[in-house]
């Protein structure tokens, strides 16, 4: 307990250190604030312009969580498929691959013209950025399950939906949680690429037109929110993460019950 | 009880369709792992009748088959050729609840072991039904009792990387028994256990066996336990794995540990040693 808490502080040191550093040596440097601006002016700029960036942060939190709730539906859905099924592994995988390599970026104008400018395609872009980890860990945690787990099973005579439900699943779900730290930051990029390109509305709106103003310390007040609520996530997945799938870590808190 | 039968022919096709099928039958079976260059033979041309309600054990040197058996009767694998059939049918469509304890005790590392232990009744009929009728607190109570009786009373919480080897597989032991099968199959149940909860353990099963009768195999290396609980012993031979022989144990029920110490018993297990040692294949050089 001690230990953990010395590292906790450590970390903690650390990344204050990191930021009080770049104060100091914009301080020293004589950087201008349209080339970087210092910590203490975003922070500045945040809170005396809350209002006005308020709005925008829902709007991309909204979008983002909408999109990444989506993206975790069928990414399962699609992962099961895949991970169960040795031919949906063989159509479902390449086709994976390819769809994932096209830039999101290129998407968008076709979302718009599809649905409009706006929330939609903010939302489906931010869905297919964050569904490719989701998939291919899922699929791989249930491709990877030991026989002799399955054998478990079927020594009962265990149907294959059973299995997927004790065994593939449970399974699985390590795969499932580390894929959602990435999923999430991924939603968020997927957000903001479409806000940037095609909406009004968000973070990725905001700072566009702050850029085209050289309104910087602006911009960096908006990447410092998303900073924040991509680590909030984060956060609140590793929590989760904990609670569901301690077995796999040996994890005494989890033990506990 | 049926008396033991002598080790079981080859038999014509005639002969085995007058002949009324065992409960678990093998009728020439050979298995073969993998393919081409690295294929192993496991079993050779075996054949094996158990009746029902009867108690085998199948003994032999390591890597002759045993395991292979017992998945193949449990239909984890299915027979290169030949045939298995459990209650008259092939093996797979039977009607049976079956119990079987893994070489390793493959617990599933997400559950407690009254979780583990849970398991069959979650899945095999008619206890999933009752499980989905919400008995679940006396199946709890049902899972305490099996695994106090094996000393495991106030372990149900923990998961199974909090336990010793022994410990988990007297909880895999329990998850085998649970769903009261009619076809028990153990491999090495007692492997990792001291002398005296071994002993204990074989009291435990004996008295199992003698009053719910189910059909047992039991894979085991140790002599004097398959010579304690069985009714027959197959003994096997590796390379190819086939069972040479085939005896019955005329002692006595409720079997004790002090009969273990009688001459008769003595010589019995003298004698399957015997069998063993000499069955072992020639050493052969090194490829
Ligand atoms: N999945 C597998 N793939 C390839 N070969 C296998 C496989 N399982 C078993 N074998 C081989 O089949 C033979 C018989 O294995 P089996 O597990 O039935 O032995 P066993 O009698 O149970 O041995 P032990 O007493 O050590 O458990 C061995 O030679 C082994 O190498
Ligand atoms: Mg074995």
């Known amino acids: 307990m001690n230990q953990q808490l010395r590292r906790r502080m450590g970390s903690t040191a650390l990344i204050i250190g990191f930021f009080v550093v770049w104060e100091v040596l914009c301080l020293g440097f004589g950087v201008r604030d349209i080339v970087l601006p210092r910590p203490s002016e975003i922070v500045i700029t945040l809170v005396s312009r809350f209002p006005g960036i308020w709005p925008h942060a829902v709007q991309t939190i909204y979008t983002t969580l909408v999109g990444f709730a989506l993206g975790i539906l069928f990414g399962v859905l699609i992962g099961v498929l895949i991970g169960s099924s040795r031919l949906a592994y063989d159509v479902g995988y390449p086709l994976l691959v390819g769809f994932s390599s096209i830039p999101k970026v290129a998407v968008v ?27 291919v860990n899922v699929a791989t945690g249930l491709a990877t399950t030991e026989p002799e ?16 439900i004790n065994v593939g699943l449970p399974r699985a779900m390590p795969y499932f949680f580390a894929s959602l730290k990435v999923a999430v930051t ?48 984060y956060v609140l997945f590793s929590f989760i993460e904990v609670r569901v799938t301690g077995w796999a870590r040996r994890n005494d808190e989890f033990a506990m019950g | 009880m049926t008396p033991a039968t002598v080790l079981d022919l080859p038999m014509s096709p005639q002969a085995a369709l007058s002949r009324p099928r065992a409960f678990v039958e093998l009728e020439r079976v050979t298995h073969t792992y993998g393919r081409g260059e690295r294929q192993v033979q496991a079993l050779m041309e075996t054949n094996l009748r158990i009746e029902e309600g009867d108690f085998i054990a199948l003994v032999g040197p390591s890597g002759c088959g045993k395991s292979t058996i017992l998945k193949l009767v449990t239909g984890l694998i299915n027979a290169s050729s030949g045939y298995v059939y459990v209650a008259g049918r092939e093996v797979g469509a039977e009607p049976v609840r079956v119990g079987m304890a893994f070489q390793n005790p493959t617990l599933l590392p997400w559950l407690t072991l009254l979780e583990n232990v849970m398991l069959p009744l979650k899945i095999v009929p008619p206890f999933r039904q009752e499980y989905r009728a919400k008995r679940k607190s006396e199946f709890r109570d049902r899972i305490e009792a099996l ?24 909880a895999s032991l329990c998850r085998a028994l649970i769903h009261e ?30 009053t719910r009768k189910p059909t047992v ?3 085991t290396h140790d002599l004097k336990e398959a010579a304690y609980l069985a009714n027959r012993i197959c003994v096997m031979q590796a390379r190819p ?4 022989d085939d005896s019955a144990v005329p002692f006595p029920r409720p079997r004790t540990i002090v009969m273990s110490y009688y001459p008769d018993f003595t010589a ?11 069955a072992q294949p020639a050493k052969e050089a090194a490829p």
């Open chain 2, 241 to 244: 794995g086939r069972i040479i």
């Open chain 1, 186 to 233: 991924q939603a968020f990029v997927g957000t903001v690429i479409a806000e940037t390109v095609a909406s009004n509305k968000g973070i990725g709106n905001l700072m566009m037109i702050a850029s085209s103003s050289f309104d910087v310390p602006l911009v960096f007040a908006g990447l410092l929110i998303l900073a924040v609520l991509g680590v909030g996530l």
């Open chain 2, 147 to 170: 695994l106090s009786q094996v000393g495991l009373a106030g372990f149900s919480n923990k998961y199974p990387w909090q336990l010793s080897g022994g410990m988990m597989q007297r």
């Open chain 2, 217 to 219: 195999l039991l894979v």
């Open chain 1, 149 to 164: 787990l399955e054998d478990v099973m079927r020594a009962l005579k265990a149907s294959k939906l059973d299995i997927l």
């Open chain 2, 181 to 210: 099968p009619q076809l028990l199959m153990l491999d090495e149940p007692f492997g990792a256990l001291d002398q005296f909860t071994r002993e204990e353990l074989w009291g435990v099963m004996q008295e199992l066996w003698m």
């Open chain 2, 268 to 278: 019995l297990t003298q004698r399957l040693r015997e069998m063993i040692v000499h």
């Open chain 1, 109 to 135: 104008p076709i979302f718009v013209l599809w649905f409009g400018a706006g929330t939609v395609p903010a939302v489906l872009t931010a869905m297919i950025l964050c569904i490719f980890p989701i998939v």
